[in-house]
């Protein structure tokens, strides 16, 4: 009883693009360190990085935890968080280290629940419509791969959008069983908007309050997002439908034009070409407003953590965006703004810290004073992501400049000069 962690070490991995946080909780006596991993993951890696990052940084991992990982966190199933989990057919792979580790306690969105029927209701407070978002995600994760296919098609500079962010959300099809597995061997929690956790025996005296992803009766937002892509997906339909009729033509059909010419590719009249292009990139921007509206819907069932160690409270969102976290902040505003770590939400992208969050942290401050707001930042210079030239780039260049001026940040960025693996930060927790 009454067993309390005294100080908290904080690993930030250098993965560049992507998430990786172990949380190492110290105690005084017989209870030893306690260890909580969020996420590993990277879709691009940092500049200077050496050998293969990941099963680098996963074996770092195993030698601070030792024998057994206590909680590991998977905020969402996007390959920048989840792909460390990743397994090997030669059981060498980096998800194969992570559970030999043993992991107690798998925490996952609830729209992870793989063996949910399909006419799931949802967890304990559930609603009718939480079986057919998942439902929507898996079909999401199709028409993703389609797209993905099709992109071979445009123009390099759309190519590679469509695919660097398509990608995300795909490929992890090992990972994304590695951690239903682990689950099953220890324990899973499938969570929601406060769900309780079963961490008190795992990591004695921190307490956690999930505040994210919102059921889809919790959030009605959420359902009409999905309607959202459910739209996209009928333009997909359609798509579709042109994408055939384009492969019957090109095996000498003539149904959609009867008597038109056909031509070769490379082999276009002169006259035609400047068209071609033109109709490849409108395609090619279609495809990348649909990749993206995928990648936003997965963002927000993002796990979002509050977690109470000592007189410290740790805000761990995954990558959650509006939708997810206005419903946090209408139910736990009051909680968050006592927040002395914010891990930066989506690598910094534009759209991940509301303003309303930033506005509640009541640690902000110029000063550099003992309370001051710490604010740890997982991103990469030049991301692939956005664009500067239509300032959506990530990190956002006006957020890196709020965090700067009004918290005390760290960012994994510092490691991109040395290519060192990891960087460290220590807290100090009062009872
Ligand atoms: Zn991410």
């Given at each position: 009883?009454?067993?309390?962690?005294?100080?908290?070490t904080?690993?930030?991995?250098?993965?560049?693009?992507?998430?990786?946080?172990?949380?190492?909780?110290?105690?005084?006596g017989?209870?030893?360190?306690?260890?909580?991993?969020?996420?590993?993951?990277?879709?691009?890696?940092?500049?200077n990085?050496?050998?293969?990052l990941?099963?680098?940084?996963?074996k770092?991992?195993?030698?601070?935890v030792?024998?057994?990982?206590?909680v590991?966190?998977?905020?969402h199933?996007?390959?920048?968080?989840i792909?460390?989990?990743?397994?090997?057919?030669?059981?060498?792979?980096?998800?194969?280290?992570?559970?030999?580790?043993?992991?107690?306690?798998?925490?996952?969105?609830?729209?992870?629940?793989?063996?949910?029927?399909?006419?799931?209701?949802g967890?304990?407070?559930?609603?009718?419509?939480?079986?057919?978002?998942t439902?929507?995600?898996?079909?999401?994760?199709?028409?993703?791969?389609?797209?993905?296919?099709?992109?071979?098609?445009?123009?390099?500079s759309?190519?590679?959008?469509?695919?660097?962010?398509?990608?995300d959300?795909?490929?992890?099809s090992?990972a994304?069983?590695n951690?239903?597995?682990?689950?099953?061997?220890g324990?899973?929690?499938?969570?929601?908007f406060?769900?309780?956790?079963?961490?008190?025996?795992?990591?004695?005296?921190?307490?956690i309050?999930?505040?994210?992803?919102?059921?889809?009766?919790?959030?009605?937002?959420?359902?009409?997002?999905k309607?959202?892509?459910?739209?996209?997906?009928?333009?997909?339909?359609?798509?579709?439908?042109?994408?055939s009729?384009?492969?019957?033509?090109?095996?000498?059909?003539?149904d959609?034009?009867?008597?038109?010419?056909?031509?070769?590719?490379?082999d276009?009249?002169?006259?035609?070409?400047?068209?071609i292009?033109?109709?490849?990139?409108?395609?090619?921007?279609?495809?990348?407003?649909?990749?993206?509206?995928?990648?936003?819907?997965?963002?927000?069932?993002?796990?979002i953590?509050?977690?109470?160690?000592?007189d410290?409270r740790?805000?761990?969102?995954?990558?959650?965006?509006?939708e997810?976290?206005?419903?946090?902040?209408?139910?736990?505003?009051?909680?968050?703004?006592?927040?002395?770590?914010?891990?930066?939400?989506?690598?910094?992208?534009?759209?991940?810290?509301?303003?309303?969050?930033?506005?509640?942290?009541?640690?902000?401050?110029?000063?550099?004073?003992?309370q001051r707001?710490?604010?740890?930042?997982?991103?990469?210079?030049?991301?692939?992501?956005?664009?500067?030239?239509?300032?959506?780039?990530?990190?956002?260049?006006?957020?890196?400049?709020?965090?700067?001026?009004?918290?005390?940040?760290r960012?994994?960025?510092?490691?991109?000069?040395?290519?060192?693996?990891?960087?460290?930060?220590e807290?100090?927790l009062?009872p």
């Open positions: 009883m009454g067993v309390k962690p005294t100080s908290l904080i690993r930030a991995y250098g993965v560049g693009f992507g998430d990786c946080f172990l949380l190492t909780f110290h105690y005084d017989q209870t030893g360190d306690r260890h909580m991993l969020i996420d590993c993951g990277t879709t691009q890696r940092p500049p990085a050496r050998g293969n990941l099963d680098a940084v996963v770092d991992i195993a030698a601070v030792g024998q057994q990982l206590h590991l966190v998977a905020t199933r996007h390959a920048d968080h792909n460390g989990f990743a397994t090997r057919p030669d059981g060498k792979g980096p998800g194969d280290r992570i559970a030999a580790l043993n992991p107690a306690l798998v925490i996952q969105p609830w729209t992870e629940k793989l063996d949910a029927p399909k006419d799931w209701k967890p304990a407070t559930g609603a009718l419509h939480d079986g057919i978002l439902t929507s995600l898996e079909s999401m994760r199709r028409v993703v791969e389609a797209s993905l296919d099709e992109a071979d098609s445009l123009p390099a759309l190519r590679d959008e469509v695919q660097f962010v398509g990608d959300g795909l490929s992890n090992s994304v069983r951690l239903a597995r682990m689950g099953k061997k324990r899973a929690a499938y969570v929601r406060g769900s309780r956790v079963p961490t008190a025996k795992l990591l004695p005296g921190v307490r309050s999930v505040l994210g992803p919102p059921t889809v009766r919790q959030k009605a937002d959420l359902a009409k997002q309607s959202t892509n459910r739209e996209e997906y009928w333009h997909f339909h359609s798509f579709w439908q042109l994408r009729d384009t492969a019957r033509l090109t095996r000498g059909g003539t959609l034009f009867p008597g038109a010419a056909t031509y070769r590719p490379g276009y009249p002169p006259e035609s070409r400047w068209f292009g033109r109709v490849n990139r409108v395609r090619g921007n279609q495809l990348l407003r649909l990749v993206r509206a995928m990648d936003d819907a997965l963002n927000n069932t993002s796990v953590l509050l977690i109470h160690a000592g410290k740790l805000l761990f969102p995954g990558d959650a965006k509006w997810s976290w206005e419903y946090a902040l209408g139910k736990a505003g009051a909680a968050l703004k006592k927040v002395d770590v914010y891990k930066v939400g989506h690598h910094g992208s534009l759209n991940a810290t509301p303003k309303s969050l930033w506005k509640l942290f009541a640690k902000r401050s110029e000063l550099a004073t003992d707001l710490w604010t740890l930042l997982s991103t990469r210079s030049n991301s692939k992501h956005g664009h500067p030239a239509r300032q959506t780039e990530v990190p956002r260049d006006t957020l890196l400049t709020a965090l700067r001026e009004s918290t005390l940040l960012s994994t960025q510092e490691l991109e000069p040395s290519g060192d693996l990891v960087m460290k930060v807290l100090r009062a």
